[in-house]
C-alpha cells in the first residue's frame, strides 16, 4: 500500500541521515532485476497479484504494496519519500496539482461548522476556495493581517480547527513568524498547515517551527523548468492517514511520469535555489536604487520589514522579487509591454524569470479592497528570477523601464 510500513532495515537506514543534497539524489525506490542506476518509469494504471490470498490480503491493508495507480505508484512513492526527507515529514500524499493539494487537505480535515484561522495573503485560488466554496459546506473562515500576529489568537473559537498560512506570501512576499503561530496552534489543540511553495524544503522547513503539514505546489521551484503540473502534502503520518483515504476515493492522485519528472527534477534544486536566490537579490538590490521604482520587497533584502525572521526561518530569499513601478497602472502596463526577454506568465519558479501583474491574473478574482488589504496595487509587479545571466535580466528590466 502507500502508506509506507517501515522495515528495521529502512529505519536503520533512515536514522543515518544523510546532507539535503545527498538525500534528494540518493533517495530511490528499489532497483529491478534489471539493475537499472535511474529509476525506472511505472507507467500503469493497476498491478496484478499472485493469487486470490494475495489480493484479499493486499486490499484488506494487510500487506504493503502497489494495488492501483489512484492509490499508490512507485514513482509517486519516491517523490514523497524525497520531500519527506527533505521537509522533516513522516509521510505524504503527492496531487495533481498544487490546488489539488490544498484542497484535498482541507477537505480531508474538515467538516461542516468547523473554522479556519488564514493568514489575509494567500493564493488567489486558495481564497476563492475559502470564500466560495468552503461556506457552501458550512466551513468558515476568519483572516488575520500579516502584520499583526497579536490579533490571531482573538480568532480562535471553539470551532477553529486549523490555523494555515503562506511564508513567504504570494505575491508579495511577506514573512510569518512561524514560530509564533506554531506555538498557537499547539497551546490551542489546531492543526497548523504551511504552504511552503515560495520557499521550498531547501529554503526551510515549517515543521522545525511547529507546523504539521506541509504543502507545495511541485508545479514551481520542485519541477523548476515549467514542464508539469503537481501538488504534494507532507507531515504528520495520523494526518496523511487521512488525506490519503480521502483522495484515493476522490481521485487527484499525481500520474506517475510527473512525480517520475519531479523526482528527477528534485536531484537538482539545491543547485537550482542556490542560483535563483543569488539572481534575486541582486535584482531586489539593484531595483532598490533605482529611480522609477516605488518600492521593493524581498525577504533578504535588509528593507524588509521581516528581514530579521526570514534569517532565522529561511537558509535564503527565494526566487521571487515584488516591487512596484512609479506612475501606476499604466507604468506598470507599459512595462509589461516593453520586456523583450522576460517571458509574461503566471507561473514561478522556472528557469526562465517571468514576469506577472498580480492585479490582473493571480489575484484578479480579489476585489480592489481585498488586494489593497494585502499590499497588492494595481502597479505591483512579481518577478520570478530565473537562471539566466543576472546582467542579462537586469537588462531587460532597464530597457523597459526606460
Known amino acids: ?32 532485476q534489471f539493475l537499472e542506476h535511474s529509476s525506472p518509469l511505472y507507467l500503469t494504471s493497476s498491478f496484478v497479484f499472485e493469487d486470490a490470498e494475495d489480493m484479499r490480503a493486499s486490499f484488506a491493508e494487510e500487506k504493503d504494496r502497489n494495488i492501483y495507480s489512484r492509490y499508490s505508484n512507485p514513482n509517486s512513492s519516491e517523490f514523497i519519500d524525497k520531500v519527506c526527507k527533505m521537509e522533516g515529514a513522516e509521510n505524504g500524499f503527492a496531487f495533481a496539482s498544487g490546488m489539488a493539494a490544498v484542497y484535498g487537505t482541507f477537505a480531508a480535515l474538515l467538516e461542516s461548522g468547523d473554522h479556519i484561522v488564514s493568514c489575509k495573503s494567500i493564493f488567489g485560488s486558495t481564497h476563492t476556495l475559502f470564500t466560495q466554496f468552503f461556506p457552501k459546506w458550512n466551513i468558515t473562515t476568519s483572516y488575520f493581517n500579516i502584520n499583526d500576529l497579536d490579533t490571531v489568537e482573538e480568532l ?109 527534477s528534485l536531484e537538482t534544486l539545491a543547485l537550482r535555489v542556490d542560483r535563483h536566490c543569488a539572481n534575486a537579490l541582486q535584482l531586489a538590490t539593484y531595483l532598490e536604487g533605482h529611480p522609477k521604482i516605488a518600492w521593493v520587497k524581498y525577504p533578504f533584502l535588509k528593507s524588509h520589514p521581516k528581514y530579521e525572521i526570514a534569517k532565522k526561518q529561511m537558509k535564503a530569499g527565494g526566487c521571487v522579487v515584488a516591487f512596484e513601478v512609479k506612475g501606476g497602472l499604466e507604468a506598470g502596463r507599459k512595462f509589461f509591454d516593453t520586456v523583450k526577454m522576460l517571458s509574461l506568465s503566471a507561473n514561478l519558479g522556472d528557469s526562465r524569470s517571468i514576469v506577472t501583474h498580480p492585479a490582473s491574473t493571480t489575484h484578479s478574482k480579489l476585489t480592489m479592497e481585498e488586494r489593497q488589504s494585502v499590499g497588492i496595487s494595481d502597479g505591483t509587479v512579481r518577478i520570478s528570477v530565473g537562471l539566466e545571466h543576472i546582467d542579462d535580466i537586469i537588462a531587460d528590466i532597464d530597457q523597459a523601464l526606460d
Open 156 to 264: 480562535i473559537t471553539n470551532k477553529t480547527k486549523i490555523i494555515y498560512a503562506e511564508s513567504p506570501t504570494n505575491p508579495g512576499v511577506d514573512v510569518l513568524d512561524l514560530e509564533i503561530l506554531g506555538n498557537l496552534a499547539k497551546k490551542h489543540n489546531l492543526i497548523f498547515i504551511i504552504d511552503n511553495c515560495f520557499a521550498s524544503p531547501y529554503l526551510q522547513q515549517p515543521i522545525k517551527f511547529g507546523a504539521h503539514l506541509v504543502i507545495h505546489s511541485g508545479t514551481k521551484l520542485m519541477d523548476g523548468q515549467g514542464r508539469v503540473l503537481a501538488g504534494i502534502t507532507v507531515g504528520n503520518n495520523d494526518l496523511i492517514d487521512k488525506i490519503y483515504r480521502f483522495s484515493r476515493i476522490t481521485g487527484p492522485a499525481l500520474s506517475p511520469f510527473n512525480a517520475w519528472v519531479l523526482s528527477k
Open 1 to 32: 500500500m502507500w502508506l509506507r510500513l517501515r522495515s528495521a532495515t529502512e529505519q536503520k537506514k533512515m536514522s543515518n541521515k544523510k546532507q539535503f543534497e545527498t538525500e534528494a539524489i540518493r533517495t530511490q525506490i528499489e532497483r529491478t
